[in-house]
């Protein structure tokens, strides 16, 4: 069955740093891949979305990359700020619906 | 951007109620909305696609009698939770879509805590 894990249930940076997000995925060739915030009490929010013949995709302080031949994605959010502290999903979507992972809970430290 | 309203945003009810929550897109018509449920610290669980104008389509393991879908309108779909019991206490979310559209993001709303006591 199709699986999806993002590496870290929680993790803790100090501001100003990059924080690096993995999302592995197996049994799945999904033809594109997006990213999502999400906050406490609150629905998720669409960040990015890169194509399975892309690399990499950026907005403003936040990069994405997309490997196929690892099955893994990366999500970096550079100069991060405690306004960035929440908890982001990724998923995966082909010809079917959006596939979610548990996310991974990101605390931004001043 | 797209803005998906559901409402309500909490609901507390006496075990055996029937809850209904309604799911809005508010400037765009969306043909297929989603349903889906979060438990703390999960990801979000398909429940059903809706699909304006016909049957929902449900994933599997969802009790079809229990979870009722409609979607009558382009901009409206709802979910009611019928007979709801505790364990059906969770954050309930909807989500509005294009068919077939997965290279599409898809738009949320901001989601509906139930408690069942």
């Known amino acids: 069955s199709q699986k999806i894990e993002q590496n870290s249930e929680a993790l803790n940076i100090q501001e100003g740093k990059t924080a690096t997000l993995t999302c592995n995925y197996t049994?799945?060739?999904?033809?594109?891949l997006q990213w999502y915030r999400q906050d406490p009490g609150r629905g998720p929010v669409f960040l990015l979305l890169i194509r399975e013949n892309e690399k990499e995709k950026r907005k403003e302080r936040l990069k994405v990359t997309f490997d196929t031949t690892l099955k893994q994605s990366l999500f970096h959010i550079t100069a991060s700020q405690p306004a960035d502290s929440a908890t982001y999903l990724c998923?995966?979507?082909?010809?079917?619906?959006?596939?979610f992972g548990k996310g991974t809970r990101l605390s931004v430290i001043a | 951007g797209a803005v998906v309203s559901q409402h309500p945003s909490w609901v507390i009810c006496k075990s055996g109620t029937s809850v209904k929550i309604e799911c809005r897109s508010l400037d765009f018509q969306a043909t297929t909305m989603f349903w889906y449920r979060q438990f703390p610290k999960q990801s979000l669980m398909l429940m059903a696609t809706?699909?304006?104008?016909?049957?929902?389509?449900?994933e599997q393991g969802v009790e079809k009698d229990k979870f009722l879908i409609n979607h009558a309108s382009l901009t409206l779909s709802t979910l009611t939770v019928t007979s709801a019991h505790p364990e059906d206490s969770s954050f309930y979310i909807c989500?509005?879509?294009?068919?077939?559209?997965?290279?599409?993001?898809?738009?949320f709303g901001d989601g509906t805590r139930l408690s069942i006591l």
């Open positions: 989500s509005a879509g294009w068919a077939g559209g997965s290279n599409q993001p898809q738009h």
């Open positions: 809706s699909n304006e104008g016909s049957k929902a389509t449900y």
């Open positions: 049994n799945y060739s999904p033809a594109y």
């Open positions: 998923a995966l979507s082909g010809n079917t619906p959006l596939v």
